[in-house]
């Protein structure tokens, strides 16, 4: 690939995943992760999107330590997971549109088979982040405390940053 074809496609990317990860900060889905990818790989051109990468990383790390700091968020979280991945399974079996459904035939479990791969996809991705969340800070203050240092750092360090600037 030339230097401006990757350049390019690495533009698209990023801002893509950027995007997603904003829609996802009030849609269901791994906003500040996908955030978080987003501005690495704008880093690798922007020197703004550089200053931003390790701030939105530590702060999607304490929403996973925050999302398994008890039992309900753990369930709840578990629970939803699972329930996306039944959805999509739904998607995947596409059954008829019950007698109920009061609108069109149409929007009836809209986009078919990929919708339903990508919701199943997610509900693994999610029980994987659960898991490692789990494993990194669930019953562990210190490296919650860890974390919340190093956040106090990065923020510091940027808005020093920005000031130079």
Do not use: N
């Not at 390790?54 to 039992?71: F, I």
């Not at 309900?72 to 959805?87: E, H, Q, W």
């Amino acid at each position: 690939m030339t230097g401006a074809a990757r350049r390019i496609v690495l533009e698209v990317v990023g801002w893509a995943l950027l995007l997603a990860g904003v829609a996802a900060l009030v849609l269901p889905g791994p906003g500040l992760i996908l955030m978080f990818l987003g501005l690495a790989v704008l880093s690798e051109q922007y020197a703004w999107a550089e200053r931003w990468v390790k701030p939105v990383r530590l702060r999607a790390l304490k929403g996973a330590a925050e999302s398994v700091a008890t039992w309900p968020r753990i369930v709840m979280s578990t629970a939803f997971a699972l329930a996306l991945m039944g959805c999509g399974v739904l998607w995947i079996l596409s059954p008829e549109e019950p007698s109920w459904w009061p609108a069109d035939d149409s929007l009836w479990l809209p986009g078919g088979l990929w919708t339903g791969v990508t919701q199943i996809l997610s509900g693994i991705l999610a029980l994987v982040l659960i898991g490692y969340s789990y494993r990194r800070f669930h019953g562990r203050p210190e490296a919650v405390a860890e974390l919340e240092h190093e956040i106090d750092d990065a923020d510091q360090r940027r808005e020093k940053s920005q000031k130079s600037s």
